[in-house]
């Protein structure tokens, strides 16, 4: 039975009856086969750390730093004028009432960049969203292009292939619904 005390522990009135005993494993004796390939491994595995490039190089860091800055600093730009944008559109617009029954899909000049960039400065607040939102496609566009020229400043053309594959396969994207 249990019992709570003044030091709020609970204490076992019962006696606990405990049996030790001691036990011994010998280990036989290894196989030969399965210790030679351990030993293998571990001298394979040391190898392996001493040979491992454990810190970045300075145009490793200098890229890093880069990309990290231009997505940072590049999606703060692209939010800002999408912000900025809805705000002057709902300055304008915001006490209209929307019409749900009829369905007004986005107007052409809306389909191209250039067109987008004629209705910024035509004054258009719509046009001015529709900046940021190229702004923040743009940005991921132009890492990858950054990254290509770097690898292949630095001549590594194995990442210089996977960059340009990746490059080909987003401006294939991009132009594929013009042309």
């Known amino acids: 039975m249990y019992k709570l005390n003044s030091g709020f522990r609970w204490t076992c009135t019962t006696e606990i009856e405990r049996k030790v005993g001691n036990f011994t494993f010998e280990l036989e004796e290894r196989d030969c086969d399965i210790q030679q390939l351990e030993e293998q491994c571990l001298s394979h595995h040391d190898e392996n750390v001493n040979h491992q490039k ?21 999606v703060l730009i692209a939010s800002s004028v999408v912000l900025f944008g809805g705000i002057l559109y709902l300055i304008n617009h915001g006490s209209e009432h929307a019409e749900y029954q009829i369905f007004r899909g986005t107007p052409s000049e ?13 004054g258009s607040r719509r046009g001015i969203i529709q900046l940021g939102l190229l702004i923040l496609i743009a940005i991921p566009i132009l890492r990858v292009i950054i990254s290509f020229c770097t690898f292949l400043l630095q001549r590594n053309f194995v990442y210089v292939i996977i960059t340009s594959l990746v490059l080909a396969s987003l401006t294939y994207s991009l132009l594929g619904a013009y042309y």
């Open 54 to 74: 454990l810190t970045k190089s300075v145009s490793e860091k200098q890229l890093e730093s880069l990309l990290s800055n231009l997505l940072k600093y590049g």
């Open 110 to 122: 809306f389909h191209s960049p250039t067109g987008v960039v004629n209705a910024v400065l035509a």
